[in-house]
């Protein structure tokens, strides 16, 4: 067994497990009945012998990924999170590279219900089994990509950098767990005061419904017994019942007061059916949605993602306000709407667990939750959080104030040339499916002429260079095959500029919050920042609920004392530095030049010749010393006639004579396309983007069924979840050795695809000669890439003719 040092004992007791393992525990217990609790780790053998024992092992694998704990410790000394190897180890649990018998003494101590530092050691003792020794060797670079080389920001992957996949909960967890785990703020005491604060009239308004709650014929609430008519089983249809019936009972009492709001909006709840617009199945438990004309019931009318306002995540025990499990599972509903609402830049949302209650909001940085609160007690913060999202306006709700107009007629304006001109949009061209990150969204829209341009909305660290300014650079300097600049600008709203931190939380600060994800924390940071005073979330708190309570008989101390937070530890402290104040900025380009994607190509002809411009865009780009760095299916674009190609997207893209990083945190990118040596993390070169077109190609022929067709879904849908040094090794075996690599074309390129087997086996001869990478850097290989496409190009038009 592993010895714990006194440090990693210390954040194994601030971060206990508590009851999150239960859910294994008992569907181990109904899958195999006959397991022994108390035998030998042979007894647990069973698990590696089928597929319904290795699902088992996984998902105990990724449960504990997800845990507190996992961040707070790390395998060795000053190194990652636990988190990360333990993220590994599912990666190559997944993929059979490991042997699950390795985890049948981890699975008898989570069913013994071992200790937490055993179970923790027993994590240690299978990772330190099971862990590769990785020695990649990257060659030298030549002396010319030396002397241009740079100081590299590093990558960073999310949700919204997955191509072609299914969505699966088990694959996406763990990577949305990275996006949001050192940018997740709980009990943060102005929570209420900055969210609800410009809500008109919303005390007086929740003060006039208590009272008519309490004052009622058959009162509503009591002092000495909370809500009336409260399922205390807190069974989720009851509560769902009960939740439907008092908002309506709220929206009545407040419009008999006369307060009406600004627009219909109603509760909605199927919390066992699907709701469609997402990839894969994604049920909600309840949400507010905009109400319809003539409904007559809560349910009765249909609803999408699109039509989401608040989504709200229930739990029956009180106790999981606190896990990590609950916060994810409101993550992945705020994801689903940021997906499906192209003018939605954040998400106001809420958890209940059993009474305890918790209000948070998503954004492009991250997340900030308020302190959870019993809605016994509280009541009147209970009311005020409700009518709050009835009467929030649509700005406060999270969307767009400067995308005007109701759908079908949206529009932005600009001021151009010190004319102000407005572009309607037309449709969605992007929209990334991530809560933090780029969030790129992409408009095909037109003027008041009827010209047509693309509207790129994205969310920069303030850091990272402007894409407009580049590109306006390389327009102006006559390059080919790439997006044409028209208009950029930092968004305004009302005069300021919007950002995360100043814009869309208003100033919220981060030192009054707790970090309870945070990997590497210094809890020292808490002295730095003086107590304010008491906001007035916090008086509605204290005020006439906790008075009251003061004389009054507690309805159950027990569910009460549930719900206290933990004390702060230093694994859920602010950090220090820089990192900790990052922001996020909104910026708008426009572009002239407008597409379509390579998958929306009418043929193979068609799809290889947006290849071929993607090349020729490229190898301009590098003529005017800038490196693209991001190429993918998604930034190669094929013109509505397809006659020719373009790159699009120069966010990552460099000059090439700049000398150190932008001083951005991370660059996002789409992993699946990119060239081993980047995977490795070498200085990046035009090399290492010319290969990165030979993995697009590939990547279309393993999933394109041609057009209009469903795309494949295939065992390569795996990349987007590997680790970078993982991912390097497996495209690496692709292509080192011919026989292998042919067999992995033939079997795997799609039917509609398996005309260009010869087109890419002869790509592979020249961007990786003999089967292995390239050793140094040459610009002829344009020249050879581009003679082969176009021969391919030539033979498939041979054939339709």
Same mark, same amino acid.
């Given at each position: ?73 790390? @395998? ?17 649990? %997944? ?59 590093? *990558? ?38 900055? &969210? ?30 909370? #809500? !009336?008519?409260?399922? /205390? ?16 009972? &709220? ?7 006369? @307060? ?35 409904? +007559? ?45 192209? +003018? =939605? ?14 209000? *948070? ?8 939750? %308020?302190? %959870? ?19 929030? !306006? ?58 047509? &341009? ?18 306006? $650079? ?14 950029? /600008? ?10 995360? =931190? ?167 990118? +789409? ?27 590939? #990547? ?17 849908? %795996? *990349? ?28 795997? &390129? ?23 990478? #390239? ?10 890439? $581009? ?15």
């Amino acid at each position: 067994m592993a010895q714990l040092s006194k440090s990693q004992l210390q954040a194994i007791k601030a971060n206990p497990i508590r009851d999150e393992l239960d859910s294994f525990r008992d569907t181990l217990k109904s899958t195999f009945p006959d397991a022994n609790a108390q035998g030998s780790p042979l007894s647990f053998e069973g698990l590696a012998a089928n597929s319904v024992g290795r699902s088992l092992s996984l998902r105990l694998i990724g449960i504990l990924q997800l845990l507190p704990a996992a961040s707070a410790l790390s @395998f060795e000394h000053g190194g990652s999170p636990l988190s990360a190897d333990i993220a590994l180890l599912y990666a190559r649990l %997944s993929s059979n590279q490991t042997d699950f018998r390795h985890t049948t003494q981890l699975a008898k101590d989570v069913n013994d219900r071992a200790e937490d530092p055993i179970i923790w050691s027993a994590v240690l003792d299978l990772i330190a089994r099971t862990r590769p020794t990785l020695h990649p060797t990257t060659p030298p670079q030549s002396a010319a990509s030396f002397a241009a080389s740079f100081q590299q920001t590093p *990558w960073s992957f999310n949700t919204g950098s997955f191509a072609d996949t299914s969505d699966l909960r088990k694959d996406v967890d763990p990577i949305l767990k990275g996006e949001l785990e050192g940018n997740l703020i709980v009990d943060h005491p102005h929570f209420f005061d900055t &969210f609800f604060g410009g809500v008109p009239q919303l005390s007086e308004m929740a003060a006039a419904v208590f009272e008519r709650c309490k004052e009622a014929e058959t009162p509503l609430h009591t002092d000495d017994t909370g #809500w !009336a008519e409260w399922p /205390e089983d807190c069974a989720e249809p009851d509560v769902l019942h009960w939740l439907r019936h008092h908002i309506d009972q &709220f929206l009545q009492f407040a419009n008999e007061q006369g @307060f009406q709001p600004p627009a219909r909006r109603r509760c909605f709840a199927t919390p066992n059916k699907p709701i469609p617009g997402s990839v894969s199945k994604r049920k909600l438990d309840i949400g507010i949605i905009y109400g319809r004309r003539n409904e +007559t019931s809560d349910d009765g009318a249909p609803c999408d993602w699109f039509d989401v306002l608040v989504p709200g995540e229930l739990k029956g025990n009180p106790r999981e306000d606190n896990h990590s499990s609950t916060w994810f599972d409101l993550s992945r509903y705020a994801r689903e709407i940021f997906a499906a609402q192209d +003018t =939605r830049r954040s998400v106001t949302g809420f958890t209940l667990c059993g009474s305890i209650m918790r209000l *948070w909001a998503f954004d492009r940085l991250g997340a900030v939750a %308020s302190q %959870s609160f019993d809605i016994h007690e509280n009541a009147l913060m209970f009311i005020s959080a409700v009518l709050g999202y009835l009467w929030m !306006a649509p700005k406060d709700l999270g969307f767009d104030p400067t995308i005007c107009g109701e759908k079908g007629s949206k529009y932005i304006e600009i001021t151009r040339n010190a004319q102000p001109e407005r572009y309607h949009l037309d449709d969605v061209i992007k929209r990334q499916r991530c809560v933090a990150g780029r969030a790129t969204s992409c408009w095909e829209v037109h003027n008041a002429a009827g010209q047509p &341009f693309v509207v790129k909305d994205s969310w920069e660290f303030e850091e990272r260079p402007e894409e407009g300014p580049l590109l306006k $650079k390389v327009t102006d300097a006559g390059v080919k095959n790439v997006a044409e600049y028209h208009y950029h /600008e930092i968004v305004h709203d009302e005069g300021a500029v919007v950002d995360v =931190r100043n814009n869309l939380r208003k100033g919220l600060g981060d030192g009054d919050g707790r970090y309870p994800l945070r990997g590497h924390p210094n809890s020292q940071l808490l002295a730095e920042f003086p107590k304010p005073e008491a906001p007035a979330s916090e008086r509605l708190m204290s005020g006439r609920g906790r008075s009251n309570s003061i004389t009054r008989k507690r309805r159950s101390n027990s569910r009460h004392q549930s719900m206290r937070p933990p004390k702060r530890s230093c694994s859920d402290s602010p950090t220090k530095g820089n990192s900790s104040r990052r922001n996020r900025v909104h910026r708008r380009l426009i572009m002239g030049r407008v597409g379509k994607s390579i998958y929306d190509a009418s043929s193979l002809v068609a799809m290889i010749t947006g290849i071929l411009g993607g090349i020729k865009g490229h190898e301009s780009l590098l003529e005017r010393n800038v490196l693209h760095r991001d190429i993918s299916v998604g930034n190669i674009m094929l013109e509505k006639d397809e006659d020719d190609g373009f790159l699009i997207d120069l966010d990552l893209a460099i000059e090439m004579d700049r000398k150190e990083a932008s001083g951005a945190p991370s660059k996002t990118g +789409t992993k699946v396309f990119m060239a081993i040596g980047a995977l490795y993390g070498e200085h990046h070169n035009f090399m290492h983007d010319l290969e990165s077109f030979f993995w697009v190609l590939f #990547w279309l022929c393993v999933h394109w069924n041609g057009p209009d067709q469903k795309r494949s879904r295939t065992e390569y849908e %795996s *990349w987007n979840y590997k680790d970078t040094e993982e991912l390097a090794m497996i495209k690496k075996g692709t292509v080192d050795e011919q026989d292998k690599f042919d067999k992995k074309v033939d079997d795997n &390129f799609t039917a509609y695809c398996k005309p260009l087997i010869p087109c890419i086996k002869e790509l592979r001869e020249v961007v990786f000669p003999g089967g292995k990478r #390239w050793r140094g850097e040459d610009q002829g290989l344009y020249v050879r890439m $581009k003679a082969i496409l176009e021969k391919a190009r030539e033979n498939l038009v041979l054939v339709v003719a």
